[in-house]
């Protein structure tokens, strides 16, 4: 694939680049721009909340704020409550998860958006460059991409 | 597990990119065909006649279905396990596929997101119906209420049953649209139209497809994926739990919850099936939908077929070796003989015998047989929980209450609304939204190792 030669010529070289488009998520560009994320630890933080929040809330309103004698059974019936527990556990961490989604990789309705080149979302692997911190000016850069195979290159004013 | 080369390609054709997203645009782009303009009529016809059957059951009463003491339980809850079946499969699909890394879902797996949307949201109708006074429905709530704080019974399985029903629902259309996102984005950004480009613009949250979006996308996928899978299997758990927590004969039993969610996603899958075999033929998508999809899908039905009849066949075994009386009855006098005999052996028939002759290769290459056994097995399923249901409240311990039971027009009128509100909901799908998620079928289109790495 012609993204992964340029990615390699980039490095090779030491140009700096600002953002890869691609129409399906491209692991070695993610891994080109040494993006993390966190949102493992995310969904497990939302996790462990909801488990404590909907035990606790279970137990109050079970054993303190109304309790009620279901033919001696104790009223602090856990293991009914895990079926309970669990699936509100999972309901909070899919809202939680989503929210964060939308929140670090900022994708909401109506948002303003910058795409440099249209093709990017159906057919054309996009490899963005800022003329400031590129580390090279464009003509070196250009060249290294023409030599890897790139379809295009061209400069744009944003 | 599988790569391509051992299944056949993915897609055929030798697509680029473009061409990809062409194909499965065009039904966005061109004009409804003339036999969605009917099927739409039509569909709008059945979901009038549920809603009629709706305002009657409101206006009237619960007095205009043909439930009683002893069946209290009706077509409702028939109808309500069925299609909360039929929604499993999308999950399934998407899901455990996604976790097994399968690469040949990526065809199939909006279809069937779509479907369990609306098959859930059809399912929904019926618990909230049954509850006799709808407008009260509410009070399932665990809210602070003026009744001096008296909570809702957090132990039993009907309000777990609201619970998983409304997560399920809610985390299912969000799968499904999140999945959509990037796809909405390519159709803005192909769109000629100003109103298309402000439509999918607007439904695209401003998607771009840049590494940082897709980092926190497949992040997404993968938490949404690893939770909901525990959630498919414990949604149709907490249904058969329903059943199987009471003290009815043919219900009381450990066999219901893994029994309950093999039948889902059986019944899914058949579903999926009738699905993909329409869009293919209807839509041409031959190329996307190839036949090696459709010999995978028929695989794992023969597969769950035999489960289920397995679980028949322990049910049985189980009611004879326990020596329990009410079972031995309930098995042996009211479902194998007796006035529901038919319903067991269509049941029989349809699930566990008929899906066996796609052991069958020619079986499993013909489209027009596969879709006809598609149907089958849906209908057998519907069988099996009309079985479930009815058979065992219709004679219990007691001979004074034992009864029979068939629906009014007013319950057959729901059931046939419901199946509008499904079809309008899956013809809505296929002319506005792309039926095959287009990002996903372009990494499996070609696969280098950058595909395969992740």
Redesign the interface.
């Known amino acids: ?1 012609d993204l ?1 030669a340029g990615i390699e010529a980039t490095q090779s070289k030491n140009f700096t680049i600002d ?12 891994d ?2 040494k ?3 966190r ?2 630890i995310a ?1 497990f933080i939302y ?1 462990a909340a909801a488990v404590i929040g909907v035990l606790s809330f ?1 137990y109050w ?2 054993v303190i ?2 309790p009620i004698n ?1 033919g001696g059974k104790p009223t602090n ?1 856990f293991p ?2 895990i ?2 527990t ?3 556990t ?2 909070t ?3 939680g ?2 929210f964060t ?2 929140l ?12 440099p080149d ?6 054309k692997f996009v490899m963005l460059f800022d003329k400031k911190t590129a580390g090279a000016g464009y003509e070196a850069i250009a060249a290294a991409m023409k030599a890897s195979g790139a379809s295009e290159v061209y400069e744009k004013e944003f | 597990m599988y790569k391509a080369d051992v299944r056949g390609p993915l897609i055929l054709g030798n697509k680029d990119y473009r061409q990809i997203t062409s194909d499965i645009i065009a039904p966005i782009d061109n004009k409804a065909p003339g036999w969605w303009k009917v099927a739409m009529g039509v569909a709008f016809l059945l979901a009038s006649i549920g809603f009629f059957a709706l305002y009657y059951t409101v206006r009237y009463g619960l007095g205009t279905w043909n439930v009683n003491n002893s069946v209290a339980w009706g077509w409702e809850i028939i109808n309500f396990v069925w299609w909360i079946g039929i929604g499993h499969a999308g999950t399934a699909f998407s899901i455990f596929l996604l976790i097994l890394r399968q690469k040949w879902r990526t065809s199939i797996n909006r279809a069937a997101e779509a479907m369990t949307v609306f098959a859930v949201m059809c399912a929904a109708i019926f618990p909230a119906i049954h509850m006799g006074r709808v407008w009260l429905a509410f009070y399932i709530f665990p809210y602070p209420n003026t009744r001096g704080s008296l909570w809702v019974n957090f132990n039993s399985p009907l309000f777990w049953d609201f619970i998983a029903i409304s997560a399920y629902l809610l985390i299912s259309a969000s799968f499904w649209y999140f999945g959509m996102v990037p796809d909405f984005a390519s159709i803005r950004d192909r769109a000629k139209t100003k109103l298309k480009k402000t439509i999918y613009g607007f439904l695209a949250f401003g998607w771009t497809g840049s590494t940082k979006e897709w980092l926190r996308y497949e992040g997404l996928s993968y938490v949404l994926g690893g939770i909901a899978a525990v959630l498919v299997v414990s949604v149709h758990s907490i249904v058969s739990t329903d059943f199987a927590s009471s003290v009815i004969p043919g219900w009381h039993t450990t066999l219901f919850p893994p029994y309950f969610v093999v039948g889902a996603i059986f019944s899914g899958f058949a579903m999926v099936m009738t699905l993909m075999i329409v869009i293919r033929k209807y839509y041409h998508l031959e190329d996307y939908v190839t036949d090696s999809h459709l010999n995978a899908i028929a695989k794992i039905l023969v597969f769950i077929s035999l489960i289920m009849g397995t679980a028949y066949t322990t049910e049985v075994f189980m009611a004879w070796y326990s020596g329990n009386p009410y079972e031995m009855f309930t098995f042996f006098h009211n479902r194998l003989t007796g006035d529901y005999s038919f319903m067991f052996w269509a049941m029989v028939v349809c699930n566990a015998v008929i899906p066996q002759v796609m052991w069958s290769k020619k079986v499993r290459s013909n489209t027009t047989a596969l879709f006809i056994i598609s149907l089958i097995i849906n209908l057998g399923m519907w069988y099996e929980r009309f079985n479930i249901v009815v058979t065992s409240l219709s004679k219990d311990y007691l001979p004074s209450s034992w009864t029979t039971y068939s629906p009014t027009w007013v319950e057959i009128g729901i059931y046939i609304g419901t199946i509008g509100i499904f079809t309008i909901g899956v013809l809505f799908f296929f002319r506005f939204v792309p039926m095959i998620a287009i990002s996903e079928v372009k990494s499996v289109l070609k696969p280098t190792e950058i595909t395969e790495k992740h």
Do not use: H, N
Not at chain 1, 19 to 30: G, H, S
Not at chain 1, 118 to 123: I, L, N, Y
């Open positions: 694939m992964l953002e890869i488009y691609t129409p399906y998520p491209v692991m070695e560009a993610i080109a721009l993006r993390k994320s949102f493992t969904a996790g279970l309103t079970s704020d109304w279901y019936a009914s409550f079926i309970i669990l699936v509100l999972i309901l961490v899919t809202l998860s989503l989604f939308s670090r990789a900022k994708i909401y309705p109506g948002k303003k958006y910058f795409l249209e093709r990017a979302t159906d057919e």
